[in-house]
């Protein structure tokens, strides 16, 4: 599903990771002249698309948010084995 | 799949960035434990949990993991990496939509 509103898609998408932290993967599709960013866990799929360099801002700050979650978020409750 | 260490990973992402001017590359990233199949002290295996990252073009993947003391230098450098590549190929015009 394609999100047109960055804003939208940059709250959907740190949403989607918390629910599912270890499900959740995050793409960065680049062609030229295009850029889509893809964040799911298999059952939900969030996207967005720009060619526009103005975007790269938002793509940047998307990008440093998912890291520290990735890196040291939160530890799924049920996870554990 | 290469298993890298972040540096010699992020040499190879700009690398695979130049090489494919007219292709596409992804990058994926996700949490992941990294956990070797018999692992004799369970209870070390709770805290960790990294950061996988994965390149791709089509032909050839690398990817690396990096860890809650790593990541913010990485961050930054991949993040500088990506921009370089994708700035001269996307649009100029200003939509005044940001901010």
Redo the contacts between chains.
Sequence with gaps: MYVDD?EAFYLAAIDLYKAR??E????????????VLKVTDDRTCLKFK???????????RI??I????????E?PAEG?? | MVLLEPDPFLSELHKMYDRNKAGTVWVTMKRSNMKPRKSKKPETAKAEYVCLIRANDGKRHVSTTVSPTQYAKFSQSMVIIMKGAMADTLKKKEKKRDK
């Design positions: 960055f932290p270890l959740t993967r995050y793409t960065i599709k680049f062609r030229q002249g295009k850029v720009t060619d526009q360099q103005t975007d790269l801002r938002q793509i940047e990008t440093a998912f890291f520290p979650l990735m890196a040291c978020g530890l554990e084995q």
